[in-house]
């Protein structure tokens, strides 16, 4: 066998779906299986493969040929019985890997991160290799503190401006990229100025992310090259237990005042964002689950401002990340209010609209009375196609058709 081909060894519970969606030609079962599970297994064959597995005293054998299977009794055994899943943990197991490859979906095939080095203060200067492009992971960064920055972030909040470098604006925010290439006359200027929603706070924040610094700069300097934080629904092969209304951390303590490097909740003189608040604590979320996210002391308030602020810009690396924080901190206080936030961003943020939905489906205590009709549509909806697939799973009558030897002989004297 190792001379036709190479030879792996992996354990898993082959009853649960397969994440890589692989097919085999030969299957080989060293246990007695139960008739009911026989089809899981079926399932990974391909066309022309064969399946040979022990069924109570019998050690059948299946072809299969396209939609077509064939089973014949090679011989009368005796082995011991498999542990095998309850349809329950194979509904469960499915569902997390559809969600996972929906999420990859929505993501695209390649996963923006928060890799890459840059300078650790304000007085030095970045130098952008060319053919990165804004909505990519940023290209690699060069210092050179003999340049000064060149432009300045304004708003009515920011009445100082946050210096910045036009070249790190057009590489990884899509805005600032179209508005440079216009042509037109604030393609030439120095200052560019925020909506006033956006706080001195947030859009600190927006700069540091473009700099992998503060608060995106990796804890240890040795990793400052190779860190990055996985984008959310980044798919992974093992098995986790499924996250409930009742499951969820709440993670939203981190969310209930706890302070950043700098004080998110004053701006210029101790004035709050104005605005609707979204909750990040309460009876549900009372302790918050320890997080290495860099936004993990970071006001759930100000989390949420930076993902919108990430839309306006259209800096999709830093919207990943955002969300993935967002994702974290459901519960059952501001599921709500997150998902009016996501739909709000028009598509700027499917992932933390998926996982509300998801939320809310298994929530015992979301009452959607307030709630806009057609996000009460998009719950609906959402609940009836998990339902459908559920059914789909369970449905005894899905297995395909097995001839037996005996019946094709039959056919044939006949």
Request: charged content about 25%.
């Amino acid at each position: 066998a190792r001379e036709a081909c190479e030879v792996s060894f992996e354990k898993r519970n082959a009853f649960l779906p397969d994440p890589k969606l692989r097919l085999f030609d030969r299957i080989n079962v060293a246990g007695s299986c139960p008739p009911s599970k026989v089809k899981n297994l079926l399932s990974m064959l391909k066309d022309e493969g064969k399946l040979i597995v022990p069924c109570g005293s019998d050690l059948q054998l299946y072809t299969k040929f396209f939609s077509v299977v064939t089973m014949e009794v090679v011989s009368h055994v005796r082995f011991g019985e498999l542990v095998v899943p309850s349809d329950a943990e194979i509904v469960v197991r499915t569902l997390q890997l559809d969600k996972e490859r929906e999420i990859s979906r929505l993501l695209g095939e390649s996963f923006p991160n928060a890799g890459g080095s840059g300078p650790t203060g304000m007085e030095e200067e970045l130098g952008m290799e060319a053919g990165s492009a804004a909505n990519a992971a940023p290209a690699t960064i060069k210092t050179n503190t003999s340049i000064d920055y060149d432009s300045l972030l304004i708003g009515k909040r920011i009445p100082d401006g946050i210096p910045v470098h036009k070249k790190v604006l057009e590489e990884q925010c899509l805005l600032f990229q179209t508005q440079f290439s216009s042509g037109m006359r604030d393609a030439r200027s120095c200052e560019f100025v925020l909506p006033e929603q956006f706080s001195f706070g947030t859009s600190k924040l927006l700069v540091d992310w473009l700099y992998r610094r503060g608060t995106f700069a990796p804890p240890d300097p040795a990793t400052r090259r190779t860190q990055m934080w996985a984008p959310v629904g980044a798919a992974t092969h093992e098995a986790t237990p499924p996250r409930t209304a009742t499951t969820t951390a709440a993670a939203a303590a981190a969310g209930a005042g706890a302070a950043s490097a700098m004080d998110l909740s004053e701006e210029n003189g101790g004035k709050k964002a104005e605005g609707g608040e979204v909750s990040g604590s309460g009876a549900s979320g009372a302790a918050a689950a320890a997080s290495n996210h860099p936004l993990a002391k970071v006001p759930i308030q100000s989390v949420v401002e930076l993902l919108e602020l990430s839309a306006y810009v259209d800096c999709r690396s830093l919207g990943r990340c955002v969300e993935k924080r967002l994702c974290d901190l459901i519960c059952d206080d501001n599921c709500q209010d997150l998902l009016a936030v996501a739909d709000g961003l028009a598509g700027s943020a499917p992932c933390l609209q998926q996982e509300c939905l998801d939320f809310i489906i298994m929530s015992e205590s979301c009452d959607m009375k307030q709630m806009e009709p057609h996000l009460v549509t998009q719950i609906a909806e959402r609940a009836s196609s998990k339902f459908r697939k559920v059914m789909q799973l369970l449905d005894k009558d899905n297995a395909p058709t097995i001839t037996t030897s005996n019946d094709t002989n039959n056919n044939n004297n006949a």
